[in-house]
T-cell receptor
């Protein structure tokens, strides 16, 4: 049973556009929400992470928005570039929990 | 410079064989993990060791056995390989339950 639901499965965006990926969870014990970026043939790499005490976190062109009451969080990629073409995974873990539950992934393609 | 390394990168073997994948991290982390990524790219944790002690043991066939000789190494041994074991296996490490750093993966193909 997948504890984190991620959508869409894939998206195509023009260079300079905004990519938005959404995730939802049910387990209210989750309190750590990272996003990972994976390029073909490589391992996932941590991109940005958020905890529920803030509603938004921004790092460069990447922003996480977090809605605790709705149990949803999303990744926004601003000014998308061809180099951002990758698979993005959201994940969640509970306090002091070593186990990350991953979403199914979103393949982002940025067209030049 | 490599933070988390795995060997081999590719592994092609026949059904019924036994194989091992090795993982090493030079980040000084105390926790290591094995993940399986299937053909649909879904990532699922299999095992985790903290200071050489098993702390996560998900529902995987007992043909899979992890071994942690020290905090910097975590190996995965698979007995009697089956077609369904074909996947990419990732090792990861972390300091406690903080950010996890993944290795480059081992693509296992069972024929």
């Amino acid at each position: 049973q997948q504890q984190v639901k991620q959508s869409p499965q894939s998206l195509i965006v023009q260079k300079g556009g905004i990519s938005i990926i959404n995730c939802a969870y049910e387990n209210t014990a989750f309190d750590y929400f990272p996003w990972y970026q994976q390029f073909p043939g490589k391992g996932p790499a941590l991109l940005i992470a958020i905890r529920p005490d803030v509603s938004e976190k921004k790092e460069g062109r990447f922003t996480i928005s977090f809605n605790k009451s709705a149990k949803q969080f999303s990744l926004h990629i601003m000014d998308s570039q061809p180099g951002d073409s990758a698979t993005y995974f959201c994940a969640a873990a509970g306090f002091n929990d070593y186990k990350l539950s991953f979403g199914a992934g979103t393949t982002v393609t940025v067209r030049a | 410079d490599t933070a988390v390394s795995q060997t081999p990168k590719y592994l092609v073997t026949q059904m019924g064989n036994d194989k091992s994948i090795k993982c090493e991290q030079n980040l000084g982390h105390d926790t290591m993990y094995w993940y399986k990524q299937d053909s649909k790219k879904f990532l699922k944790i299999m095992f985790s060791y903290n200071n050489k002690e098993l702390i996560i043991n998900e529902t995987v066939p007992n043909r899979f056995s992890p071994k942690s000789p020290d905090k910097a190494h975590l190996n995965l041994h698979i007995n009697s390989l089956e077609l369904g074991d074909s996947a990419v296996y990732f090792c990861a490490s972390s300091r406690g339950n903080s950010e996890q750093y993944f290795g480059p993966g081992t693509r296992l193909t069972v024929t």
